[in-house]
């Protein structure tokens, strides 16, 4: 049973990142009213900071764990998350404001590699399984809150941050549940023995090869996939299909979307193997094809569900396949630095959207889709090429 309430507790460790920019995505407009003598790329930073600031809690949380144990990291950064996450509901300073976001970024970066690392203890079918289930349960919540997210920014905007309070259910559980230091003893003998460890030294330059395709993959994905929370009110106001209300509802579907990308994970390695990248990135073209030419708000929906869906698996893919190809001890920094490249792309994506978007006539979102889509199509036989052609020849 303790067991089970471990697993559980694992599952939950990702809700800050599912919900850090999601819940106040359905807010833009509010917020950009609140805040009129700032340019909109500046109130933008309320929401993408964190994006920014989280990459301060990766790189700190393995010099601090050289202090502490993992449990008492855990414990803090779900404490700092939480916190600073709840706070701006009484605070209207702009600045003040903007800083308690990034702490919530720094929290949420203490959290992310050490859930990771405790995942990867579990031997390969399980981790494929928790690793999917992680991503899905935190999504799952986000996907809830989400959907009340834009009811109430519709009346005051401050009130959202309430809905942060939902993390301290895990952080009363990684109190109760979580080891005070990791336990090594499902990990696979391979991925631990000193043997194992010491052939991995001697084939750095092997790995570091697997580190760049999906690295660089990643990015090429991501990048695209990284605007839906900040971009989707004003699209929906720009094309006469929505506001905030619509907006939230609209995130709360593709947060869906991302919750079905962890359940299918298994599946899709194995029924895609070589494919796997080449389809992530058929699928995003496909998804912002339909932003594009969207006549409506359900066709909104799908492409929504179909970014969600697709950006969840890209790094639920890449995590896993450098979960199979890297030792332990590489997999948690290689980990970190996945995190870091996916936080810096939710926070540069909306800006390079927005400087597309105003190089556009007339500043059409339809137009900016449609590069985007064109963009991420071309990809496809990239991905392909990388992964099966360079990665197969190292």
């Known amino acids: 049973m303790r067991e089970f309430l471990k697993k559980l507790t694992l599952l939950l460790l990702p809700m800050p990142s599912s919900m850090m920019v999601a819940l106040l995505s359905a807010s833009m407009l509010q ?19 964190p994006n920014l600031t989280v990459m301060v809690g990766l790189v700190l949380a393995p ?17 700092l998350f939480t ?77 959202v941050f309430y809905l942060y309070l939902v993390n301290a259910i895990g952080l009363i559980l990684a109190f109760v549940f979580l080891p005070e230091h990791l336990d090594t003893g499902h990990t696979e003998a391979g991925t631990q023995s000193e043997t194992d460890i010491s052939a991995a030294q001697k ?26 929370g900040s971009q989707l009110a004003p699209y929906l106001e720009h094309v006469n299909l929505g506001g905030s209300a619509e907006s939230g509802l609209i995130m709360s579907v593709s947060m869906i979307g991302s919750m079905l990308s ?69 997999f948690t920094t290689a980990s970190a630095g996945l995190n870091i490249f996916t936080f810096v792309l939710q926070f540069v994506g909306p800006m390079l959207f927005l400087a597309v978007l105003g190089a556009m006539p007339g500043g059409s979102f339809r137009m900016t889709f449609m ?18 052609v360079v990665l197969k020849a190292k």
């Open 31 to 49: 917020i950009y009213a609140e805040y009129p003598q700032y340019s909109e790329s500046t109130v933008t930073m309320i929401l993408t900071i």
């Open 63 to 79: 010099v601090l764990l050289r202090y502490i144990s993992i449990k008492k990291l855990v414990i803090a950064g779900l404490g």
């Open 83 to 159: 916190i600073s996450s709840v706070l701006p509901v009484w605070c209207s300073n702009f600045y003040l404001v903007l800083f308690l976001r990034a702490l919530s970024g720094i929290g949420c970066g203490l959290v992310l590699p050490l859930q990771a690392t405790f995942i990867a203890t579990y031997p390969e079918k399980e981790r494929a399984t928790l690793m999917g289930l992680s991503a899905t349960v935190g999504c799952l919540i986000a996907a809830v809150f989400v959907a009340f997210s834009g009811v109430i920014a519709s009346g005051n905007w401050h009130n």
């Open 203 to 228: 084939k750095l330059s092997c790995y570091g090869l697997v580190l760049f395709v999906y690295y660089f993959l990643m990015i090429a994905s991501y990048l695209f996939l990284s605007i839906l």
């Open 262 to 330: 962890g359940l299918v994970l298994g599946q899709y390695t194995r029924i895609m193997k070589s494919l796997s990248m080449a389809g992530i990135f058929l699928g995003s073209a496909v998804s912002l094809a339909l932003m594009w030419i969207a006549p409506s708000l359900l066709v909104v929906g799908v492409a929504s569900f179909l970014m969600g869906f697709f950006s969840a698996l890209v790094a639920c893919v890449i995590n896993y396949e450098l979960s199979r190809a890297l030792p332990l001890h590489l």
């Open 371 to 388: 590069l985007y889509a064109a963009i991420q199509g071309m990809f496809v036989i990239v991905a392909y090429l990388l992964q099966n």
